[in-house]
């Protein structure tokens, strides 16, 4: 079935970059769907961060959309997030999640702390 | 772009059903069908329940359904259940390509 992992580090320096990657398995991520990033900050809700396409082909939440960059690598089958001037307020658990037009599904997620 | 608003908390009985809204607006859960539901536990990562407003993935028991009206969207979970108790969230395509969720309601079985 369909897995998904996200990688890196879960600390972050403030005004530093964050850099997460999503290892997919049991389907190509040159499939017909979209893979997109989520967070959800320490007892809050959950926020769409931004996807992308196979073709490369990217949209973002447009209070994100100057800070943020997702890639993917199809030789390795991956997607990746650079989150760059990062706050506390960017402190959260970190997943990622196919999309196509819901999220299914979705990595265990990662808890990324912002702190010097 | 605003979180979809859902009430905090919602509560019921084993074997009663509880009702959870999820109102957006005409740009979002008004303008599209696709309206998705999820349930999470404390520390796990959301579990998808209900898709494109009333579709049921494989394995989601059939006591959860949805449903929408104008620019609300609903999740009932009829005979609740011990099992049933946690957070859960809307989300709706909001246009231009971006999608908006729910502030999440937590459920409390009595």
């Known amino acids: 079935q369909v897995q998904l992992q996200e990688s890196g580090p879960g600390l972050v320096k403030p005004s530093g970059t964050l850099s997460l990657t999503c290892t997919v398995s049991?389907?190509?991520?040159?499939?017909?769907?979209?893979w997109s990033w989520v967070r959800q900050s320490p007892g809050k809700g959950l926020e769409w961060i931004g996807e992308?396409?196979?073709?490369?082909?990217?949209n973002y939440n447009p209070s994100l959309k100057s800070r943020v960059t997702i890639s993917l690598d199809k030789s390795r089958n991956v997607f990746s997030l650079r989150l760059r001037s990062m706050t506390a307020a960017d402190t959260a658990v970190y997943y990622c999640?196919?999309?196509?037009?819901?999220?299914?599904?979705w990595s265990q997620g990662t808890l990324v702390t912002v702190s010097s | 772009q605003s979180a979809l608003t859902q009430p905090r908390s919602v509560s019921g009985s084993p074997g009663q059903s509880v009702t959870i809204s999820c109102t957006g607006s005409?740009?979002?859960?008004?303008?599209?069908?696709?309206v998705s539901w999820y349930q999470q536990y404390p520390d796990k990562a959301p579990k998808l329940m209900i898709y494109?407003?009333?579709q049921r993935p494989s394995g989601v028991p059939d006591r959860f359904s949805g449903s929408k009206s104008d620019n609300t969207a609903s999740l009932t979970i009829s005979g609740l259940q011990a099992e049933d108790e946690a957070d859960y969230y809307c989300?709706?395509?909001?246009?231009?390509?971006?999608?908006?969720f729910g502030s999440g309601t937590k459920v409390s079985v009595l």
């Open positions: 989300c709706s395509y909001a246009g231009n390509f971006t999608y908006v």
């Open positions: 005409t740009t979002n859960v008004g303008a599209y069908r696709f």
């Open positions: 494109d407003v009333s």
């Open positions: 049991g389907v190509s991520i040159t499939s017909n769907s979209w």
């Open positions: 992308i396409y196979k073709t490369g082909t990217t």
């Open positions: 999640a196919k999309t196509v037009s819901r999220f299914d599904p």
